[in-house]
């Protein structure tokens, strides 16, 4: 017989949809849900999305949890979602514009000058690289190309930050979070001044910042309505997607690392200090723990933009009438190398390591011997060393991780071992790929009491979930990553060349 049980909602705001988690006060997942949602392309660079497909998609995917929990007592809600992203409400707390999204490149020309204005120390004042997609550059965009607009604008908030104004009527955010906006002092986690002057943005028009976990609000009788759920339960800002993914891995010491792999993909790794990298390559963000959790507060975290994406776009181009599972099971025909053919997988410009919205895809080594088959593989195997190379750069030879956890939508088994190959160490599988909806759950889990944070972090993952490298493949693939290298190295002045003959 089936019982009732106290239970937490979990909504995640992500880039493709929104996934939704029931975690009961014991720890054990309940039900998921899923909604997708589309990103629209007006122009070339452009990545829009309509904030009410967002709303649409949280009203579908809780209603989809909720029909496999039915008994679940739904006591609080736990919010996360995609980082660096825009909304934009105006004093009535209508949508003026559709969300411009994190991968979106449409202030490129506007970069250059402004980190040429704020200088050379704006990394280590915001924890990482400004770059394109970042609320701050989409503000500065709409201010120079649409000022209509920006005279209309009363609030502003990055996706997961709307999603708790939609349940609460309230705008807040946290600190992992919000220092994917660009304007927040990574340091002293509060709004920086000094950059909210240089963007001309007035401090009210920001989300109120709260501690990781804390209550943005109570749910409104209208979004409780829409929710099939009580007025009144308390809804907590569980972080950004990415640093909350990590408390969902069961990432808590510096001897982890974890990849999670999306649209793009992150690599992330605790840490115990504030030391950002000068350059920018990476970023050092606040964890997404709440201030009496124990473990690293700080995450140096390298974000590509370019991971499913390049898996999409090659079962796109090649079958898109065949299944993707069909499509990678291509790479089993092909050896580790792909017949001497390699992929650069900067379909759409490139953050880490680079930090540069002009670098390209390539296939270098491409001749008739050369099938399908081949492309597929070096598609997968360029995503890996792509990603390889950013946790070499962030992680000296001396202090590699002992285990990357290795969990996203993009995680398909041939990827799996593919990546496993290419960094020589034990890729962990984590029991769910909902890691941001899981580990949002868990925040809200010890914001209501029910666990503490890091002390039940240990939980061991399920039976067969460890993936083994190959140590002659990882040979191979050490080789590859030094070519890998070179080959972006020698190609990024052909590929802003092309970008200026035909911007």
Not at 185 to 190: D, G, K, M, S, V
Not at 270 to 287: F, I, L, S
Not at 350 to 362: F, N, T, V
Request: glycine share 10%.
């Amino acid at each position: 017989m089936r019982t009732v049980e106290e239970a937490i909602l979990a909504i995640d705001l992500g880039t493709s949809s929104v996934k939704t988690l029931i975690l009961s006060s014991g720890g054990l997942i309940l039900a998921r849900g899923q909604a997708s949602y589309p990103t629209s392309h007006p122009r070339p660079g452009f990545d829009e999305q309509l904030l009410d497909d967002w709303l649409q998609g949280i009203i579908a995917a809780t209603a989809s949890a909720r029909r496999f929990a039915p008994l679940a007592r739904i006591q609080a809600i736990a919010i996360t979602g995609q980082m660096h992203g825009t909304a934009m409400l105006d004093r009535h707390g209508m949508p003026l514009h559709p969300a411009i999204i994190w991968s979106d490149r449409r202030a490129s020309e506007l970069l250059p000058g402004i980190q040429a204005r704020l200088g050379s120390t704006l990394p280590t004042t915001i924890g990482g690289p400004l770059g394109t997609g970042y609320l701050a550059l989409s503000l500065a965009w709409i201010r120079e190309h649409r000022p209509h607009l920006w005279k209309e604008i009363a609030q502003v908030g990055l996706p997961a930050d709307f999603l708790g104004f939609l349940l609460t009527g309230v705008m807040a955010t946290d600190p992992s979070n919000a220092v994917s906006s660009g304007l927040l002092n990574a340091e002293t986690l509060r709004w920086d001044e000094s950059l909210l002057s240089a963007f001309d943005i007035p401090a009210d028009w920001l989300p109120t910042l709260i501690p990781t976990g804390s209550q943005v609000g109570t749910l409104a009788a209208e979004a409780a309505e829409a929710l099939d759920l009580s007025p009144g339960l308390p809804v907590f800002h569980a972080g950004g997607d990415a640093p909350v993914a990590a408390i969902g891995g069961h990432v808590s010491t510096h001897a982890q690392a974890m990849i999670t792999m999306s649209t793009g993909a992150q690599v992330m790794r605790p840490t115990d200090r504030y030391v950002p990298e000068p350059e920018g390559r990476w970023h050092t963000w606040p964890a997404a723990l709440p201030r009496d959790a124990h473990g690293s507060h700080w995450l140096s975290v390298g974000a590509t933009l370019n991971a499913g994406r390049a898996i999409d776009w090659i079962h796109r181009t090649l079958a898109p009438s065949t299944s993707l599972a069909d499509i990678l099971e291509l790479v089993q025909a092909v050896p580790v190398g792909s017949g001497n053919l390699l992929f650069i997988p900067y379909l759409a410009g490139e953050r880490s390591p680079l930090l540069d919205p002009y670098a390209r895809g390539a296939f270098i080594g491409l001749s008739d011997i050369h099938g399908p088959e081949h492309m597929v593989r070096a598609v997968l195997e360029g995503v890996a060393l792509s990603l390889a190379d950013t946790l070499d750069r962030m992680t000296p030879d001396s202090d590699r991780p002992g285990q990357v956890v290795f969990g996203g939508g993009g995680a398909s088994r041939e990827m799996r071992q593919i990546m496993a190959n290419v960094i020589g160490v034990p890729l962990a599988i984590p029991p769910v790929q909902e890691s941001s909806a899981l580990g949002a759950a868990r925040i809200g889990s010890h914001t209501l009491g029910w666990i503490k944070l890091m002390e039940s972090q240990g939980a061991s993952l399920a039976p067969g979930s460890i993936i083994h490298p190959t140590q002659a493949e990882h040979d191979v693939y050490h080789e590859r990553l030094e070519v890998f290298r070179d080959s972006v190295a020698a190609n990024l002045s052909i590929m802003h060349r092309l970008q200026r003959l035909h911007p």
